[in-house]
């Protein structure tokens, strides 16, 4: 085994798609104009649909730094985002709904961090919670945004039992 292996393990493990759900871009906007004919630096807007949730999308916004790190992969996105998610159509809760469950993630730079969304249910309010943040291996990020999704009669819906 050569000295690179392990490198080149640690990078194949960094690119494995998460088991978390993709997302979907659906737009962006240049913030930085780059010379060098390497991308711009941007912000993104993706949207997801709850993997366990029928009836919920969120849409996230994030920095996207370009340059020719950025190109090829290597750069270290912001930790900044923002998100929102609302009721697209009539939402029933599964038996079984886990506290704190992570419904998306992605990672920011090649190695060390990652964007999540994990979602609560605040019961006594009938109301999903989604929050996003990053982390990284060595220190967290305390940027981080909510949005909320109570539950809702959707209208031509059967009722829930």
Same mark, same amino acid.
């Given at each position: 085994?050569?000295?690179?292996?392990?490198?080149?393990?640690?990078?194949?493990?960094? %690119?494995?798609?998460?088991?978390?759900?993709?997302?979907?871009?659906?737009?962006? $906007?240049?913030?930085?104009?780059?010379? %060098?004919?390497?991308?711009?630096?941007?912000?993104?807007?993706?949207?997801?649909?709850?993997?366990?949730?029928?009836?919920?999308?969120?849409?996230?916004?994030?920095?996207?730094?370009?340059?020719?790190?950025?190109?090829?992969?290597?750069?270290?996105?912001?930790?900044?985002? !923002?998100?929102?998610?609302?009721?697209?159509?009539?939402?029933? +809760?599964?038996?079984?709904?886990?506290?704190?469950?992570?419904?998306?993630?992605?990672?920011?730079?090649?190695?060390?961090?990652? +964007?999540?969304?994990?979602?609560?249910?605040?019961?006594?309010?009938?109301? %999903?919670?989604?929050? !996003?943040? !990053?982390?990284? $291996?060595?220190?967290?990020?305390?940027?981080?945004?909510?949005?909320?999704?109570?539950?809702?009669?959707?209208?031509?819906?059967?009722?829930?039992?």
């Amino acid at each position: 085994m050569t000295r690179f292996a392990p490198l080149a393990l640690l990078a194949l493990l960094a %690119l494995a798609p998460a088991s978390a759900p993709r997302a979907e871009e659906v737009g962006c $906007v240049s913030t930085v104009f780059r010379y %060098l004919g390497a991308a711009n630096d941007k912000i993104c807007i993706e949207a997801f649909k709850d993997p366990d949730i029928e009836g919920v999308v969120c849409h996230l916004s994030r920095a996207v730094t370009g340059g020719i790190k950025g190109a090829i992969g290597l750069a270290e996105d912001t930790s900044d985002s !923002s998100i929102a998610c609302r009721q697209v159509g009539p939402i029933a +809760l599964p038996s079984k709904l886990k506290d704190e469950d992570e419904v998306f993630e992605e990672n920011r730079s090649l190695f060390f961090k990652e +964007l999540h969304v994990v979602r609560f249910y605040d019961k006594a309010n009938n109301t %999903l919670v989604y929050l !996003s943040y !990053s982390d990284r $291996v060595i220190e967290g990020s305390p940027k981080n945004a909510i949005s909320t999704v109570p539950i809702m009669p959707w209208a031509g819906a059967a009722p829930a039992k």
